[in-house]
């Protein structure tokens, strides 16, 4: 293989998924109950889901340290590897890129560090094509050039069945959050071109979200045919089995790009309950 590929932990692969794709996985921290943790890696999700609903105040997440991306580009170096695609979170929700751009600095591969524009299900989507290109041979450089291009390319969307931790963050007001409650809307949540998170929509109940989603991909897919389906949720596979059930009811024809139960990172801001989809075209 021509490059490694390295990411964190806000992807939400599961280990088995980083061990089968053959990608690094640098993990970000999180406290709550007094403790820290190396997200994915020191505590399961359902245990981080109990104890976020334990604990009073919203966990505190933290990125990685330079030395932490330094250790494992090193790593890779030691293996062999002269090229390295380092695919990390939307630089506006963290230091992550910042961290890794220092490490790149000092590696003696060359690294190149890739902004995602988003997190969880759309930068898995970003990273399973960086895999397909590696896998297939393409050359390092043309192979960043192309993961850059497709970010664009990516749609995302995920709802919050609870409001609470919106609240805690301060990504809603508390005048929002009691309209929303009062009148069951649940908004929609997606990231602009930046990496930006901002509200895209709103929706009437679960049932709502999930016909939203149904739309938006039936959507793309007329428009740029076939497309890869990746769904996230926090403690709530149901929810996306019903959106799987909506979408063969509708008969999209999709990819399905495989489903992540989200880390502590992820989890942290979305709260017990959210569930969302990233969707990218095949043939492109």
Do not use: W
Not at 56 to 61: A, I, S
Not at 88 to 104: D, R
Not at 127 to 146: K, N, T
């Amino acid at each position: 293989m021509d490059f490694a590929i390295v990411v964190d932990s806000t992807c939400d692969f599961a280990p088995e998924e980083l061990s089968e794709l053959g990608v690094a996985m640098v993990p970000l921290t999180i406290s709550v109950g007094g403790r820290d943790y190396r997200d994915q890696e020191e505590v399961s999700n359902e245990e981080f889901y109990r104890l976020m609903s334990e604990s009073e105040t919203l966990p505190q997440t933290s990125q990685p340290s330079p030395f932490s991306f330094v250790r494992a580009y090193r790593k890779l170096a030691d293996e062999g590897y002269r090229n390295i695609m380092s695919i990390h979170l939307a630089s506006p929700l963290s230091g992550t890129i910042g961290s890794a751009t220092s490490a790149a600095a000092e590696s003696e591969a060359c690294v190149r560090v890739i902004d995602s524009t988003g997190a969880t299900a759309s930068t898995a989507l970003l990273v399973q094509y960086a895999v397909r290109l590696r896998d297939e041979g393409v050359p390092f450089e043309e192979a960043c050039a192309a993961v850059e291009a497709r970010k664009g390319d990516v749609g995302f969307a995920v709802a919050c069945d609870t409001l609470e931790n919106l609240l805690k963050g301060g990504r809603l007001t508390p005048d929002q959050a009691n309209k929303a409650r009062m009148l069951n809307i649940k908004p929609l949540f997606s990231f602009d071109e930046n990496g930006v998170l901002y509200a895209s929509g709103k929706a009437k109940g679960s049932r709502g979200v999930v016909k939203a989603y149904v739309e938006a991909i039936e959507k793309a897919s007329a428009e740029q045919g076939r497309h890869y389906v990746r769904f996230c949720h926090v403690d709530n596979p149901s929810a996306v089995e019903n959106v799987k059930r909506a979408l063969a009811e509708a008969g999209v024809d999709y990819d399905d790009a495989g489903s992540a139960s989200c880390g502590a990172t992820v989890a942290t801001h979305l709260g017990i309950g959210a569930f969302g989809v990233a969707y990218m075209p095949v043939g492109q």
